[in-house]
């Protein structure tokens, strides 16, 4: 770091915002002192262990570089610190316009724990987070018009290219969002993109060089990992989808490794209209475990009542591998994996097991060029594959456990066209 570059430390229990913040014996006490200073390049926020920021947030709208990211982590020995957000930090969030389906809402209140708008080179690490709804009066948990909830959400609208985000090490709980709003910034990680006011002037909103790694997310609604869903949608229509339309409209090199995904309500890991996004190492444990009659029980006229584990939306070349996932639970997808809406899709070294809804879906007809090989499926529910009026699915080298009385194809799940290819399916 250069002399320009400061850390400032904030320590609930022993600080004061009458303080410079300078070093750990001057310290702030809250977060509200972080979101009054103009942050440059290098800086860092550090925030004791032990601290709690009790209904506190963090709103960034400033930027880092690449050789000097602006920092957000802790300092100290204990527990790691915990924003409390219970609902507060609250912003406004409007795609611009319609999402792919009308039923999609598309703007609303939000309040996330840690917002980073329109920022890029932002590292975030090491601090633990909850945004619950416990404490608000009135509120019922399945409510249609519920506030949307998020611990991080990241978003870029009005300067273009956001580059090099990182969230590291982040323990993300108890998050109560709007289980029916699936494009809002809704569940424990949720990264979006907006329409901006003069896109011809700043650009076409869109991420590049995004890290999530190491995060436990547990007990959010909806989601418990989303990246990328986009204002430019209508950009990626059809089943072909070349390179260029991505290098303009689209993501490029996002990267989600190493993370654990427990009890969303909703899908678990959605990687949206990226290009050669990479998915590794990464697990999900009952998730969608709203989506049921008890729990979604007033819609209105929301679409969505549809969740999977791990799976991308309309990208290139999606590469995941060595991910695990068990007991997604049933709905009218519930499945491990899908293919979904994209070109290119590979699916290697993955396991599941006993996903109520199987292993994995091809999704529809736009879903094209998409491999499933050298997986494990064992003992996965419902019907192993959903070729889904899917034109060319390969699935090859892959072992399939199979319970018996299980059917290898999803009923009612079928239509599609696949090939098989030295595949073993092993009754149990």
Known sequence: M????????????????????LSENSAFASLFAINR????????????????????????RDSGTKQMPIVIGSYGCGEDPLIKTDGQGIWYQDYGKELDSPMHVYHGYVSSAVLLFDAEYIIIQDIEITNSADKVIGENYSQADKMERTGVAVVAKEKGLRCGITLRNLKIHDVHGNVYDKHMNNGGIYMTALQPAEEAMTGVARFSDILVEGCYVYRVSRWGIAVGYSYAHEKFAGAELDKKRFLKYGHENIVIRDNYVKMAGGDGITVMYALRPFVEHNMTDSVACEINDRIYCNPGNRGGKVAAAIWPWKCKDALFCYNEVADTRL?????????????????????????????????????????????????????????????????????????????????NMDGGNFTEENNQIIQL
């Open 2 to 21: 250069t002399d320009l570059c400061r850390k400032y430390y904030v320590d609930s229990i022993n600080g004061s915002d009458t303080n410079d913040g």
């Open 331 to 411: 709905n009218q997808d519930g499945m491990a994996y899908d293919a979904d809406s994209g070109d290119g899709t590979v699916y290697e070294y993955n396991y599941s097991r006993q996903n109520e809804g199987g292993c994995v879906m091809f999704c529809m007809q736009e879903a094209i060029h998409n491999t499933f090989r050298n997986n494990v499926s064992y003992d996965d529910l419902g019907g192993t594959i959903s070729p889904s009026e899917n034109p060319d699915a390969l699935l090859t080298d892959n072992i399939f456990y199979v319970r018996k009385g299980v059917p290898f194809v999803r009923k």
């Open 37 to 60: 200073l103009a942050l440059k390049p290098g800086d860092h926020i550090l925030l004791a262990c032990g601290s709690v920021f009790e209904k506190q947030f963090l709103q960034i």
